[in-house]
C-alpha cells in the first residue's frame, strides 16, 4: 500500500542534513559496537592469558604430589591461590577427573565459563563473571593429572563502560562534524537550487518569463540555472511572436480570404467561359450540318431505287457522325460538370446491340470487315435504363474498334451474369491491340495508345473516357483485355434491373438439329453458330452438308453455285443491302429466305424462331426500307416567339411540315405574354434573346398569370446553348423542356406529340417510321449562329442553302429572301446608330440581330465580321468607328446578290 501521503514534505536541506547525520550516525553505532566487542575481546584474553599462566605454575608445584598421589602436599601447593585475589577457585585433579585437591570456593557453580566446555564468548563472559583455566601436571613427561583454576571477571562491566564512554565521546564529534557538512552543503548546494525554485514559482504565478536565475557557480546547479534562463528567454520571445502574429492575424484572414474569394471567382469564371465556349463551338459546329441532314432526310424519303436510297442514308449517317464528335465534347463536360442525368426506363438490349451495328454498318464493310452482334439467349428482353447512354457506350466501343482495325473482324457480345445479375457487354476486334503499359491510362480523357495514334487514326480521345464515366454512373465498372498484333476487348459490366424477362428460342424435337453455316464474315458465322447453338441447333461446317441439314449461306456463293445444297432443308442467304444476288436467289427458287448483313436481331430472331419450329418464312427476300412519314398534328395551335422574321419563317416551314398550320408568331418576349393571355395555344415555341422581354423573362411572367387559373400551356426553349446559362434559364424559368438546334423533323414531331398527343391525326398513326430519315432544322437565334469565313472569301455557306432549299420549296426560298432584303438594312441602320454613340450594349444586341439572320440564311463572311463585333461589344471594348458600317454595307449587297443569283440558279436547274 503507497503511504506516502502519510510522510510530511521535507525540504531538500532538511533531507540532506538527516541523511548526512543518519549516515554518520549508523557508522559511529556500528564503529562502537565493534570498538566494545574487541575491548572485551581483548580483556578476555588477557585474564585467560594470565590465568593459564598460574594454572601452569601451580601444575609444576603440584607435579610430586599429584603422582605419588598425596592429597595433603597437593593441597599444601594450592594454598598460594589466596595470594592471587582474582583467583576464587583452585584444584588438582587426577587422571580420572577425580579431586586430588582444592581451594577456594567449595562448590563450584553450574553456570560458569569452566563449566559448559565452549569457546569463549563475550555472553557467557557477562553471564558467568569468571573465567576457567587448566594445565596439564606432568611427571617426567608423563601426564599425572590437571591444574583446574577460576577467576572472576566482576570488572569487565567496567571495562565496557569505559570503552561505551569513549566510542559515545567519539559519535558525538562526528556527528557534530557530520552536521556541519551538512549545513555546508546545504548553503553551497541547495541555496541555489531553492533561489531557481523560487524563480520557477515566480514564472508560474505571474506568467512573467522576464524573470532570471541567479547564477552562483559554474557547477551542475550553475549550468542549470543558465539553461532556465535561456528557456525562459525562448519562451519569452515566442509570446512576443505570438503577441505579434494575433495582432496581424485578423487582417491577414480578411487578406487570405479575400485571395480565396478572387481564386473562386476567377475558377467560376474560367468553368463559365467554358461552357459557353463548349455551348457557342457546339452551335458553330451545327449550323453548318443543317443542310447535309436536311439533304439527306429529303433524298431519303424520296421516291428512290434501294441502292440510291441507301446512299442517302450514309449521307445521313455521316451527318449523325460529324454530330457525335459535338456529344463526346459536350457529354463530357457534363460528366465533367457533374450534369449527366440518367433515365430509367424499360431498354431492350438487343435492339442497342441492333442500332449500334447498323449505325456502323456501312463504316464496317468500306473497311473490309466483318460486324456481328451476338446475344446470349438469356439476356432480358427489357431491363431498366437510358437506352441513349447505353447505347452511346456500345457505339463508343465499337468505333474504337472500327477505327483500330484494319482487317479482321469486330464483334459485340451481351451476356448476363448468372452470379451477380449483371449485364456484361464485350466488345472485341483483330486489331492493331495495347501495349500493356498503356492500358491503365485507357480510359483516361483525351488519352490514347500514344502521341501517333491521333495523327494515323483520328478521334479525339474522349469516347473511351465518357464510357466509362457513364458505366461507373450506371453503377458498373469497365475493363480492357488487349494483346498487340492480336486485338483488343473493351466490356462493361453493369448491375440491371429487369423489367421483362428473356425469351430463348428452342427446336423442337421434330425439327432436325444439323445446320451448316458457309458465311464468309468470323464474326457473323460465330454469332450465328452461338445463337442457333443456344436454340438447340447443331452448326457444322459446309464439308459436312452431305447430311440432311438446313444452310445459312452467302447469297453470292449461291448464285454462283446456281444450285441448291445437296439434301439441304430451307435455304437462308445471307447479303449486304442492295445485293442483287439475293434477289436473283430468291426469284430462282435458290433461297427461302434472306437475312440481310449486318444481322440484327429484328430480322434474325423471327426467321430463327420459324426455323426452331418448322414453321414457313413470313419475312420477304428483301428488307424495304420504310420512309419516315411524319406525324400530323393538324389540330394543333403554336404561338412562335422569335426577334428574327428568318427565324419566324423556318419555324412555319417545319410546323407545316408536320401538319400545323395554325400558327401565331411574335418578334418580342412583351408580344407573346400578350398573346398568350389573350389566346389559347397547344404549345409555345420561345426564343431565349429577343428584345423588349426575353423568352425566360416572358415565361415567367406567362407562368405567373397562370398560378391564378388551372391552364398551363407547355413552354418550350429553342437553343444550341446546351451546357450554357440558356438551358438552366428555361428550367428556372418554369418551361417545359427545351428542344436544342439543331434539331431534326422527327424530333420536333416528338415535340409535339409529347406535349399535344391528342392532336395527332388518327389517320397517320399507321405510318410507318425510321430513324434514319431526319433532317435537321436551321435556326440559329443565338450569337455566332454561323461557320467563320473560309480562306477563299467565299460569302455564302453552300451547305445552310442547300438545307433551306430541302425545308421547302423555291418560294419559300424567295419568301425568306425578301425577308432577309427587307430586315438586314434595318438591323444595319440599327447598328450604326448605336456605333454613333458608344453604346456598347446597344452595339452587341444589333450586331446580335444581323448576325443571326445572317446565320440562318448562309451569309457566312458577314456573321464572321459582326462576331467580332459583338464579342468586343459585350466586352465593352468596342471601337469600330462609325464608317465600319460602311464596310458593312458594302458586304451585306455583295451577300444579297450572291443569294438572289444563288436563289436564280437553282430555279433553272429545278
Known amino acids: 500500500m503507497h503511504l506516502a501521503w502519510l510522510r510530511p514534505r521535507r525540504s531538500l536541506a532538511g533531507r540532506l542534513a538527516l541523511a548526512v547525520t543518519g549516515a554518520v550516525t549508523a557508522a559511529l553505532v556500528l564503529a562502537a559496537a565493534l570498538s566494545v566487542w574487541r575491548e572485551v575481546d581483548r580483556y578476555a584474553a588477557d585474564k585467560q592469558a594470565a590465568l593459564e599462566a598460574v594454572a601452569q605454575v601451580f601444575a609444576h608445584g603440584g607435579a610430586r604430589a599429584t603422582a605419588a598421589n598425596d592429597e595433603a602436599a597437593a593441597a599444601a601447593s594450592l594454598r598460594a591461590i589466596g595470594n592471587v585475589p582474582s583467583i576464587v577457585y583452585g584444584a588438582i585433579e587426577r587422571p580420572d577427573g577425580s579431586v586430588l585437591a582444592e581451594q577456594g570456593i567449595g562448590l563450584r557453580l553450574t553456570q560458569d565459563a569452566a563449566l559448559d566446555g565452549a569457546d569463549l564468548s563475550l555472553l557467557h563472559l557477562f553471564a558467568t563473571q569468571s573465567l576457567r583455566a587448566t594445565a596439564p601436571i606432568l611427571e617426567n613427561g608423563r601426564p599425572v593429572g590437571r591444574v583446574v583454576l577460576i577467576g572472576e571477571t566482576d570488572d569487565i562491566r567496567d571495562h565496557v563502560w569505559a570503552a561505551g564512554q569513549n566510542a559515545a565521546l567519539a559519535a558525538l564529534l562526528a556527528v557534530a562534524i557530520g552536521i556541519g557538512v551538512s549545513f555546508y552543503l546545504q548553503r553551497s548546494v541547495t541555496r541555489p537550487l531553492g533561489a531557481l525554485t523560487r524563480t520557477m514559482e515566480a514564472v508560474r504565478l505571474r506568467h512573467d518569463y522576464t524573470q532570471r536565475a541567479r547564477v552562483e557557480s559554474d557547477d551542475e546547479v550553475g549550468a542549470l540555472a543558465r539553461t532556465l534562463n535561456d528557456l525562459l528567454s525562448a519562451v519569452n520571445e515566442r509570446d512576443h511572436r505570438l503577441a505579434a502574429h494575433s495582432a496581424h492575424l485578423e487582417a491577414e484572414v480578411q487578406a487570405r480570404t479575400a485571395d480565396l474569394r478572387e481564386a473562386k471567382q476567377a475558377a467560376d469564371a474560367a468553368n463559365a467561359a467554358k461552357s459557353t465556349f463548349l455551348a457557342t463551338m457546339s452551335h458553330e459546329i451545327r449550323t453548318p450540318m443543317n443542310g447535309v441532314l436536311v439533304m439527306a432526310e429529303l433524298l431519303a424519303s424520296a421516291d428512290l431505287p434501294v441502292r440510291q436510297r441507301r446512299y442517302a442514308e450514309v449521307i445521313a449517317r455521316s451527318g449523325r457522325s460529324l454530330l457525335a464528335i459535338i456529344n463526346d465534347i459536350l457529354d463530357f463536360a457534363k460528366v465533367e460538370a457533374g450534369k449527366l442525368d440518367l433515365e430509367h426506363v424499360p431498354v431492350c438490349p438487343a435492339e442497342i446491340a441492333d442500332t449500334v451495328v447498323t449505325l456502323f454498318a456501312e463504316r464496317a464493310r468500306a473497311a473490309g470487315l466483318d460486324l456481328a ?92 473516357s465518357i464510357a466509362q464515366q457513364i458505366i461507373a454512373a450506371m453503377g458498373g465498372t469497365v475493363a480492357v483485355e488487349s494483346r498487340v498484333g492480336a486485338g483488343s476487348t473493351f466490356s462493361a459490366r453493369i448491375p440491371v434491373t429487369v423489367a421483362e424477362p428473356a425469351r430463348p428460342i428452342l427446336r423442337h424435337g421434330t425439327v432436325p438439329a444439323a445446320i451448316v453455316l458457309d458465311t464468309a464474315g468470323p464474326a457473323t458465322r460465330v454469332a450465328l453458330a452461338a445463337s442457333l447453338s443456344g436454340a438447340g441447333f447443331a452448326p457444322v461446317a459446309a464439308d459436312r452438308g452431305a ?276 430586315q438586314g438594312p434595318v438591323a444595319l441602320a440599327t447598328l450604326r446608330s448605336a456605333l454613333a454613340v458608344s453604346d456598347q450594349p446597344a452595339i452587341a444586341r444589333a450586331a446580335h440581330s444581323l448576325k443571326s439572320m445572317s446565320a440562318n440564311i448562309g451569309a457566312r463572311a458577314l456573321v464572321a465580321r459582326l462576331r467580332a463585333i459583338e464579342d468586343a461589344a459585350r466586352n465593352a471594348a468596342c471601337a469600330e468607328p462609325q464608317e465600319a458600317c460602311d464596310g458593312l454595307e458594302t458586304l451585306l449587297a455583295a451577300t444579297i446578290r450572291d443569294l438572289e443569283g444563288r436563289t436564280r440558279a437553282q430555279a433553272v436547274a429545278a
Open 373 to 464: 452482334a451476338d446475344i446470349a439467349p438469356e439476356v432480358p428482353q427489357a431491363i431498366l435504363g437510358d437506352p441513349v447512354r447505353l447505347g452511346q457506350v456500345v457505339s463508343n466501343f465499337v468505333s474504337n474498334a472500327l477505327k483500330f482495325t484494319e482487317a479482321g473482324h469486330v464483334s459485340v457480345r451481351m451476356a448476363l451474369d448468372a452470379g451477380d445479375g449483371c449485364l456484361v457487354i464485350a466488345v472485341a476486334d483483330t486489331g492493331i491491340g495495347i501495349p500493356q503499359d498503356k492500358l491503365a491510362t485507357i480510359f483516361s480523357a483525351f488519352s490514347q495508345a500514344d502521341q501517333s495514334t491521333t495523327r494515323r487514326f483520328g478521334g479525339t480521345g474522349l469516347g473511351l
Open 547 to 822: 447430311a440432311p441439314a438446313h444452310w445459312v449461306l452467302d447469297a453470292a456463293a449461291l448464285v454462283a453455285a446456281g444450285r441448291r445444297p445437296d439434301r439441304a432443308g430451307r435455304v437462308l442467304v445471307l447479303a449486304g443491302a442492295g445485293d442483287n444476288a439475293a434477289d436473283q436467289a430468291l426469284r430462282s427458287g435458290l433461297a427461302d429466305a434472306v437475312l440481310r448483313w449486318p444481322v440484327i436481331q429484328a430480322e434474325w430472331r423471327p426467321l430463327l424462331a420459324a426455323l426452331a419450329a418448322g414453321d414457313p418464312f413470313t419475312a420477304s427476300a428483301a428488307v424495304a426500307v420504310a420512309t419516315d412519314l411524319l406525324p400530323q398534328f393538324s389540330g394543333a395551335r403554336v404561338l412562335v416567339a422569335d426577334d428574327s422574321a428568318v427565324n419566324r419563317e423556318v419555324a412555319l416551314e417545319a410546323l407545316a411540315r408536320c401538319g400545323v398550320t395554325d400558327v401565331v408568331t411574335v418578334e418580342d418576349g412583351a408580344a407573346a405574354v400578350a398573346a398568350a393571355g389573350s389566346q389559347h395555344f397547344d404549345l409555345i415555341l420561345m426564343d431565349g434573346s429577343m428584345p423588349v422581354l426575353d423568352g425566360f423573362a416572358a415565361a415567367r411572367t406567362i407562368r405567373q398569370r397562370e398560378a391564378a387559373t388551372d391552364r398551363r400551356t407547355p413552354i418550350v426553349a429553342l437553343t444550341a446553348h446546351v451546357l450554357g446559362e440558356a438551358a438552366e434559364a428555361a428550367e428556372a424559368a418554369g418551361m417545359n423542356g427545351t428542344l436544342l438546334k439543331p434539331f431534326t423533323l422527327r424530333q420536333l414531331a416528338d415535340l409535339l406529340q409529347a406535349h399535344v398527343p391528342s392532336l395527332r391525326d388518327a389517320a397517320r398513326e399507321a405510318a410507318v417510321g425510321s430513324e434514319e430519315a431526319r433532317a435537321a432544322l436551321p435556326t440559329g437565334a443565338s450569337p455566332g449562329a454561323a461557320p467563320e469565313a473560309s480562306p477563299d472569301g467565299d460569302l455564302l455557306d453552300a451547305e445552310v442553302l442547300d438545307g433551306l432549299l430541302g425545308l421547302g420549296d423555291g418560294a419559300f426560298l424567295d419568301r425568306v429572301l425578301d425577308l432577309y432584303r427587307a
